[in-house]
């Protein structure tokens, strides 16, 4: 697609419940990266992909948060029993990653606004 | 352990006048910088960057300023208009290492009044 697309744009959930998240990298970006972003907070690194492996998971919270990439594509980011500091925007970026450039630009989507009651 | 601090949560200017929004940062290892810049209930968009060997760079109205000494960078715009309204993020990511790691501020809310 021409951008990075994430879906739903909003979700509404009671505490307990497991919801899932979903990313569309940019077509032939094989770096996938999922941020999150608490009020009056920056973007929080979460985890990183490369294709459909994840070499970086050091910033998910808690056992709660899992992630997976297949086809080297879309993205899951699953929270089981969500809690109510769950709450907060969800953003997936996607880069290129060719050569690891460090001068590289990460795209980001427009994200989820998770909402635990 | 905050490694890049944008101080000012927001920053008000007038149409036309420069506006300069602050960044700093702790860890030496950061070797590339970027602005993001996002309105609400839109991703971030990469606005300019630059690399620890420069000390500006210029893209029409927006100039960026490392200073790597005092480990600080400015964002400039000039002149300021009413669009450019919106919360800018400092980023920074490290040479080597975890270079595919973009660490960022916690942003500066930019009103620009007619």
């Known amino acids: 697609g021409a951008g990075v697309s994430q879906s739903p744009s909003n979700k509404v959930t009671e505490k307990g419940k497991d919801v899932e998240l979903r990313c569309d990298p940019i077509?032939?970006?094989?770096?996938l990266y999922w941020y999150r972003q608490s009020l009056g907070q920056g973007l929080e690194f979460l985890i990183y992909?490369?294709?459909?492996?994840?070499?970086?998971k050091s910033g998910l919270p808690s056992d709660r948060f899992s992630a997976e990439r297949t086809g080297g594509s879309v993205s899951t980011l699953t929270i089981q029993r969500t809690q109510q500091e769950d709450s907060a925007v969800y953003l997936c970026?996607?880069?290129?990653?060719?050569?690891?450039?460090?001068?590289?630009?990460?795209?980001f989507g427009s994200g989820t606004q998770l909402s635990v009651l | 352990d905050q490694q890049v601090k944008q101080n000012s949560p927001s920053l008000s200017v007038q149409e036309g006048r420069i506006s300069i929004l602050n960044c700093d940062y702790t860890?030496?290892?950061?070797?590339?910088f970027l602005w993001y810049k996002k309105y609400p209930a839109e991703g971030p968009t990469f606005l300019i960057s630059?690399?620890?060997?420069?000390d500006k760079n210029e893209d029409g109205r927006f100039t960026v300023f490392l200073n790597k000494s005092a480990k600080h960078l400015s964002l400039h715009i000039v002149p300021s208009q009413p669009g450019d309204s919106a919360v800018y993020f400092c980023?920074?990511?490290?040479?080597?290492?975890?270079?595919?790691?973009?660490?960022f501020g916690k942003g500066t809310l930019l009103t620009v009044n007619p």
């Open positions: 980023a920074a990511r490290p040479k080597s290492g975890s270079n595919y790691k973009l660490t």
């Open positions: 860890n030496s290892m950061f070797d590339y």
């Open positions: 630059i690399s620890s060997i420069k």
């Open positions: 077509s032939g970006h094989t770096a």
């Open positions: 992909f490369q294709g459909n492996s994840a070499p970086d």
């Open positions: 970026a996607s880069s290129p990653r060719t050569g690891g450039a460090t001068n590289e630009k990460l795209f």
